[in-house]
């Protein structure tokens, strides 16, 4: 039924799209990124994972690489309630793998809706309110709300990535850099 593809394709929402690449055939895997990232940071873990069986899905957030930018909300539980959606689309149950705010989003999903989450997998996961000072919410309010949020994440991202890097990470932080 999904042969390897790499197209990206759309899922409509009621203000938006988001948007998704499918490949491989099997019981069904949803890669949701983190805040910042983009579908193709599971570039190196989907094929792996097609070639042992399954079907996987990866997203963009709203607002993030191929997502539409006009959504009314940006945070978890939009998320959530867009990987549950394609979910649905896909005809799950599925396994979710969620990064960062993806794994926050992905938390949210099974708890809303267990029928369709087979299993989480959690990488660096943000997925409850930690105490932080007022100085430092406000920094990072600032570092990432005004018009040089794209070059903050830009500097910042380098430093989430261990090494050795992936041999297309320049590429990859160029595709982020660009969908800003």
């Known amino acids: 039924m999904h042969k390897d593809e790499t197209k990206a394709r759309t899922l409509d929402r009621d203000d938006g799209q988001i948007a998704y ?12 990124p983190g805040m910042g990232e983009l579908r193709s940071s599971y570039r190196h873990t989907m094929r792996p994972l097609g070639e042992a069986g399954l079907r996987v899905a990866a997203m963009d ?8 930018t006009p959504f009314a909300s940006y945070d978890d539980v939009a998320a959530a309630t867009d ?26 999903a099974a708890a809303e809706r267990p029928d369709l989450v087979a299993g ?15 100085l430092r ?4 309010r600032l570092a ?11 500097r910042l991202q380098p430093t989430l990535y ?4 992936p041999a297309d990470f320049a590429e990859h932080r160029a595709a982020i850099r660009a969908s800003s």
């Open 21 to 32: 690449e499918i490949l491989g055939e099997g019981p069904l895997v949803v890669c949701v």
């Open 61 to 68: 957030l709203r607002g993030h690489g191929g997502s539409s």
């Open 83 to 108: 990987a549950i959606a394609l979910v649905e689309e896909l005809g799950g149950p599925a396994v979710l793998v969620g990064s960062s705010m993806g794994a926050g989003a992905a938390v949210w």
């Open 120 to 134: 989480l997998v959690l990488l660096g996961p943000f997925v409850r309110d930690a105490p932080i000072s007022p």
């Open 137 to 140: 919410a406000w920094a990072f």
């Open 144 to 154: 990432m709300s005004g018009f040089w949020a794209p070059t903050v994440w830009h």
């Open 162 to 165: 261990p090494r050795p890097r």
